[in-house]
């Protein structure tokens, strides 16, 4: 067994992919269906037993199989959104669903509408790369991201106007349903146009939701010009790369069984209410315990962390085993000492794809003579802008059910969110750059955890992604917690 000197015996023992002879079984036929079984074993606690068995085959394809990987992850990642669709009600079906009742054309398949929707999306995604690429001056080659989100608005306001109804309606609808969540997947393709070496088209489209990253809106693994450059590329490489995302799926497992006891220990045993319950009771008059109130804030809080942390492990430990050395996309954010390290690393993807589309483009035009102002508004139009954007588009949903107008309405308290936290970042990235760090002393690093903390939970109040109470509603509730009012 490895040992690293100045880390602790247990993190030794867990270096299981630095053992050289656990590699060298790895690359064997019989560790590869060790590995095979122990990683459908981990993804079976998400998934049913055969979807797990067809996430993990595909990924190990894939790695062993490299003259077929393009066509391999085109097919795997296309066989899991259509079999999405047939096997289960998708957020897709159900708002195609209800804007069908809307129009009164109830009598119409919403799942057929639904794979036609997805259909269309590729040959659209597929055509948009191929004009990038001869016509580099088009505005979605030169500014892919604004391109996208004015065509999404486009559409919004197409299907909120009373211009269609009917099938024509519902159709434009079941497109801009499939639309969405695909936004920022599109944008990365779009970008990789640029490249050199970019990757060919069957490859770009199999990274559209690829088969090892869920439904997320959030691209994990980024685009194919970052897959490329992660794929390992020796066998021994290849090894080490799928025992670390072995020991990411049962590390997942791990988090996704601490929540279930939390959940009985919180919900079950100590009765502790959600947020939106306790905002509920206190708009009331019946207002619960200022302690019982901060308990709904911690544990909703800890119960979002956690679920952020093992979907992400799920997803990376996907991806390792087709090959890709990925970052993880949660590492220690308990160890946040000022709040730019907490966004860096609470959620590694999601804040990679604002500062991929939001921060680099505002960094290098703006404020260039001054320095600070200029790392500052990058970093809120980042963490600001950039998130509000992300869940607006992402929620395209409300719209069917709300209307545009009331949908925004509805997100004035996330947009509060947005606006506070990329303040605090800001001024924290400001900050470091200017040279600060924390006290290392154990009174520093206590303090620094409270105040990253304390600000984590306190605006979680605004963030719980409930749509049940106003701006003022959850102000007046925080400073209850407080005592005032």
């Not at 009985?264 to 319950?277: A, D, G, K, T, Y």
């Amino acid at each position: 067994m490895s040992v690293t000197p100045g880390r602790s015996a247990l993190r030794n023992f867990l270096a299981i992919d630095e053992r050289q002879q656990l590699a060298a079984l790895a690359q064997t036929v019989r560790g590869r269906v060790l590995l095979f079984a122990v990683a459908v074993l981990a993804v079976s606690s998400y998934n049913s037993w055969w979807e797990a068995a067809f996430v993990v085959g595909a990924a190990m394809a894939f790695a062993y199989l490299e003259k077929q990987r393009n066509l391999i992850l085109f097919a795997a990642t296309y066989a899991m959104a259509f079999s999405a669709l047939c096997l289960s009600k998708t957020a897709i079906e159900e708002n195609i669903a209800v804007v069908a009742a809307q129009e009164g054309v109830g009598n119409v398949s919403t799942l057929l509408l639904a794979h036609l929707a997805l259909i269309t999306f590729m040959v659209f995604s597929w055509s948009a790369l191929m004009a990038v690429r001869k016509h580099k001056s088009f505005i979605l080659a030169r500014r892919p991201v604004i391109a996208l989100l004015a065509l999404y608005v486009t559409l919004c306001g197409l299907t909120a106007l009373d211009l269609l109804h009917g099938l024509p309606r519902l159709a434009l609808w079941s497109f801009l349903s499939v639309y969405t969540p695909y936004i920022w997947f599109l944008a990365y393709a779009i970008v990789d146009q640029r490249a050199r070496d970019r990757s060919p088209d069957v490859f770009q489209l199999g990274t559209f939701h690829p088969f090892w990253g869920g439904p997320s809106s959030i691209p994990f693994g980024k685009g194919a010009g970052f897959l490329r450059k992660t794929l390992s590329k020796t066998p021994a490489d290849l090894a080490v790369t799928q025992i670390k995302g072995v020991k990411l799926l049962l590390w997942s497992n791990l988090l996704l069984g601490l929540k279930m006891v939390l959940t009985w220990l919180c919900e079950e045993q100590l009765n502790i209410p959600s947020v939106e319950l306790a905002v509920s009771a206190f708009l009331d008059g019946q207002a619960f315990p200022i302690a019982l109130g901060w308990s709904a804030l911690l544990w909703s809080t800890a119960k979002f962390c956690l679920r952020t942390a093992y979907w992400g492990h799920l997803f990376i430990g996907g991806a390792r085993l087709a090959g890709f050395r990925l970052p993880r996309a949660t590492w220690r954010p308990l160890e946040a000492r000022t709040l730019i390290e907490y966004f860096n690393r609470f959620s590694y993807y999601f804040k990679e794809l604002l500062v991929d589309f939001f921060f680099v483009p505002t960094f290098f035009r703006v404020f260039r003579k001054h320095p600070r102002l200029r790392m500052f508004f990058a970093t809120f139009m980042a963490a600001g802008v950039g998130n509000a954007i992300f869940h607006l588009v992402r929620e395209v949903d409300l719209v069917a059910t709300m209307g545009l107008s009331g949908s925004l309405v509805s997100f004035a308290s996330y947009a509060f969110y947005c606006v506070i936290l990329a303040t605090g970042i800001g001024i924290s990235q400001v900050r470091a750059n200017a040279g600060y760090r924390p006290s290392p002393t154990l009174a520093g690093r206590l303090w620094s955890f409270l105040t990253v903390w304390g600000f984590v939970v306190c605006l979680h109040v605004f963030s719980d992604e409930s749509r049940r109470h106003t701006l003022f509603e959850r102000c007046s509730f925080l400073a209850s917690l407080f005592g005032v009012g």
